[in-house]
């Protein structure tokens, strides 16, 4: 008895556990994955990405990973707010890797689109498994998703 309560307990934990950190998004939507690798955004810039492709509904990031000498990421230097993404930084330079997912409505388009504010210093490669975007300069791009 003892045994079942711990265990049913235990399991109760791991659920909330869970819940707590699942992907918050609605039923019936659909993520697809990208990549954007940010180089070189000096203290006072910001690169910005925004997707404004019909029926993306947000971006997610689903994973970070760092460049050069930086060791961790200050709060706010990379957000997320709907399809905008914002890297910025007040340390004399940052790099970074994200593992992003374009989330979307019934499903995702065969190709993302947006508007990139790019600082003079810096340069950001999109990158999918059909595609690869350079982004150096500010203004529209296009990248093509993969079907897988």
Not at 9 to 24: C, E, N
Not at 92 to 102: G, Y
Not at 122 to 129: D, F, G, N, P
Request: charged share 15%; aromatic share 2%.
């Amino acid at each position: 008895m003892i045994r079942r309560l711990g265990a049913a307990l235990l399991l109760a934990t791991a659920m909330i556990i869970l819940a707590a950190t699942a992907t918050d998004t609605a039923a019936g939507t659909v993520q697809k994955r990208f990549y954007l690798q940010v180089h070189n955004v000096k203290a006072g810039e910001s690169l910005r990405l925004e997707v404004t492709t019909v029926g993306v509904l947000g971006i997610l990031i689903t994973d970070v990973r760092l460049g050069g000498i930086v060791t961790h990421l200050d709060a706010g230097e990379v957000a997320v707010d709907g399809t905008v993404l914002t890297v910025s930084t007040s340390r004399e330079r940052l790099s970074v890797n994200l593992t992003l997912q374009a989330i979307c409505d019934v499903a995702c388009p065969a190709e993302l689109a947006g508007i990139a504010t790019v600082p003079t210093t810096s340069y950001a490669m999109l990158r999918t498994q059909a595609a690869d975007a350079t982004l150096t300069t500010s203004g529209g791009w296009r990248v093509m998703l993969s079907d897988g």
